[in-house]
């Protein structure tokens, strides 16, 4: 793949992922989530629109799912190297 696989265009506030050098064919949006496709119906190209707010969403969900006392586990045992 010769560009760039994610790029962030702060000035639009538009992330942008290659996921293939395949040409796309078409686009779905859902939610300001454009996924283009091949003609072989393969994803080759993903743009979040408005992208802080939608990672900011994000971070929100992810937070309300994981409950702080799961998150880390105690050290039952050390392993030293020499």
């Known amino acids: 793949m ?3 696989r994610v790029l962030y265009e ?3 506030d538009v992330l ?7 040409h796309f064919d078409y686009a779905e949006d859902e939610d ?5 496709y091949s ?10 629109l408005d992208a802080s707010r939608f990672l ?6 992810y ?5 702080p006392e799961r998150t ?3 050290i039952l045992h050390q392993i030293k190297v020499k």
């Open 2 to 4: 010769k560009r760039k």
């Open 10 to 12: 702060q000035k639009d």
């Open 16 to 22: 942008n992922i290659w996921i293939s050098d395949k």
């Open 32 to 36: 300001g989530v454009i996924i283009h």
């Open 39 to 48: 003609k072989d119906h393969e994803p080759v190209y993903i743009e979040i």
């Open 56 to 61: 900011g969403k994000e971070k929100k969900v």
């Open 63 to 67: 937070k309300k799912e994981i409950m």
């Open 72 to 74: 880390a586990m105690p």
